[in-house]
Antibody, heavy 116, light 107 residues
Framework: QVQLQESGPGLMKPSETLSLNCTVS????????WSWIRQPPGKGLEWVGY???????NSNPSLKGRATISADASKRQIYLRLTSVTAADTAVYYC??????????WGRGTLVSVSS | EIVMTQSPATLSVSPGDRVTLSCRAS??????LAWYQQKGGQAPSLLMY???TRAAGVPARFSGGGSGTDFTLTISSLQSEDFAVYYCQHYKTWPYTFGQGTKLEIK
C-alpha cells in the first residue's frame, strides 16, 4: 500500500524559506507525477506545483517563481521549497500523486503557519 | 488561468434527497474534469474523473455529467456519509485549478 507522509517546520516567520518533505513508502517514485497542493484554513484547494520524476517540474504562476519542487528517487522523497513566505502562505500542504491530471493518492497534509 | 466556479457554496439537504452540484469553467476544459470529496479534517479523495468515470470504490449513486464549460455532480440518494465538501478540478492546461467547493450540510 503506497503512503505519503509530509513533514515540515509547523511555524514560520514572514520572509523565511519553507522547506517541506514528502516521504513515499510502499512503491518507488519513478515514472509518476507528484504534486504539492495547499489549503488555507477554512478555504479551498490550490495546486502549488508538480514534478515528474523524469525531471520535468512546474509551479503555479500565481506564486511568482517562489516555489521549487524537486525529488530524490533514491530516498523516495519529494520536496517543496517556498521562498519569502507571508501569512498568505499559511495552509495545510498536501503531497499527492497524480496521473493524467487527476489526483489518486493524497498524504494527510502538514499545517504550516506563518506568523511574526 | 482557467477559473472554476462552483454553485451553490452551501446546500442544505436531507438524507435520501437527490442533489446536483454545479461547476462552471471560464473556458472550455473539454472532458478534463475531476470531482473530489473532502470530509472534515481529512485530505480530499477522488470521486470522478474525465467528467463521468467513477474512481475505484465510489458508489454508483454518484454520477457526473457535462462537457466544455458546464459540469454537474449528482448524488441520487444522499447517505449520511456523503455530507462533505465537494470540489471540481480541471486538468486541461497548467495551472490546474479547483473550484471553491460546495458544502453539503444536513437540513
Amino acid at each position: 500500500q503506497v503512503q505519503l507522509q509530509e513533514s515540515g517546520p509547523g511555524l514560520m516567520k514572514p520572509s523565511e524559506t519553507l522547506s517541506l518533505n514528502c516521504t513515499v513508502s510502499g512503491a518507488p517514485i519513478n515514472n509518476f507525477y507528484w504534486s504539492w497542493i495547499r489549503q488555507p484554513p477554512g478555504k479551498g484547494l490550490e495546486w502549488v506545483g508538480y514534478i515528474y520524476t523524469g525531471g520535468r517540474a512546474n509551479s503555479n504562476p500565481s506564486l511568482k517563481g517562489r516555489a521549487t519542487i524537486s525529488a530524490d528517487a533514491s530516498k523516495r522523497q519529494i520536496y517543496l521549497r517556498l521562498t519569502s513566505v507571508t501569512a498568505a502562505d499559511t495552509a495545510v500542504y498536501y503531497c499527492a500523486r497524480f496521473w493524467s491530471g487527476r489526483i489518486s493518492l493524497w498524504g494527510r497534509g502538514t499545517l504550516v503557519s506563518v506568523s511574526s | 488561468e482557467i477559473v472554476m466556479t462552483q454553485s451553490p457554496a452551501t446546500l442544505s439537504v436531507s438524507p435520501g434527497d437527490r442533489v446536483t452540484l454545479s461547476c462552471r469553467a471560464s473556458q472550455s476544459v473539454s472532458s478534463d474534469l475531476a470531482w473530489y470529496q473532502q470530509k472534515g479534517g481529512q485530505a480530499p479523495s477522488l470521486l470522478m474523473y474525465d467528467v463521468s468515470t467513477r474512481a475505484a470504490g465510489v458508489p454508483a449513486r454518484f454520477s457526473g455529467g457535462g462537457s466544455g464549460t458546464d459540469f454537474t455532480l449528482t448524488i441520487s440518494s444522499l447517505q449520511s456519509e456523503d455530507f462533505a465538501v465537494y470540489y471540481c478540478q480541471h486538468y486541461k492546461t497548467w495551472p490546474y485549478t479547483f473550484g471553491q467547493g460546495t458544502k453539503l450540510e444536513i437540513k
